[in-house]
């Protein structure tokens, strides 16, 4: 990844597999600004927005957000970008996501330049949500919401692995976060 240039790194992998803490070290690492959907929306359901009313169901359920918000908001950040620079966590979840960015980042001449997949038993991503709801009372943090994001997971957001093909770097998520991370880095060099 030059510095200074345009470049796009999209994190795939189930909920609970580390991707918003490793891609939190990546961006201050390697001047790229994290994009995370998900917090995104959090944030509009903490302050009361109309589109925090509109998506709170759907997230407390453990279902995806309709594809033309989820564009709309990305669409909107990285038209503000001077230089396109970003770590997308999260996002694309499902294969028309993935085409309607491609479109978008065609025209900002941002390109991917990698494509990581963080890998982790099925178990140990239910164990990682429910501790991280236990810590932070994330109210969409539970077994019963772990479980389902992780069917919808396999069920809507599998297909992104043939989607992007060659680029798709396989990481395994377990072990000490300097070592995930080394790996990750190796991935997208």
């Known amino acids: 990844m030059r510095e200074g240039r345009s470049a796009v790194v ?6 609970g597999a580390g991707k918003g803490t490793q891609a939190e070290r990546l961006a201050r690492e390697h001047d790229l600004v994290k994009i995370s959907t998900g917090d995104i929306l959090r944030d509009h359901v903490a302050r009361g927005t109309e589109l925090g009313e509109r998506v709170r169901p759907i997230l407390d359920a453990g279902q995806l957000v309709p594809d033309d918000i ?4 990305i669409r909107d950040r990285l038209s503000s970008m001077e230089r396109v620079r970003v770590i997308f966590d999260g996002f694309p979840r499902t294969v028309a996501q993935a085409r309607a960015l491609d479109v978008l980042l065609e025209e900002l001449a941002a390109p991917i330049v990698g494509v990581p997949l963080l890998e982790v038993p099925d178990e140990e991503l239910i164990r ?3 501790e991280r709801g236990q810590a932070s009372g994330r ?3 539970n077994e019963h919401v772990a479980r389902e994001r992780q069917r919808v997971y396999r069920e809507q957001t599998q297909p992104l692995i043939d989607y ?4 798709v770097r396989r990481v395994d998520g377990i072990g000490v976060l300097d070592d995930v991370y080394g790996r990750i880095v190796a991935s997208v060099q």
Do not use: C, E, N, T
């Open 10 to 15: 999209i994190f795939l992998g189930p909920p």
């Open 70 to 73: 989820l564009i709309a908001l």
């Open 128 to 130: 990682r949500i429910v």
């Open 139 to 141: 109210s969409d943090d």
């Open 164 to 167: 992007y093909g060659g680029r």
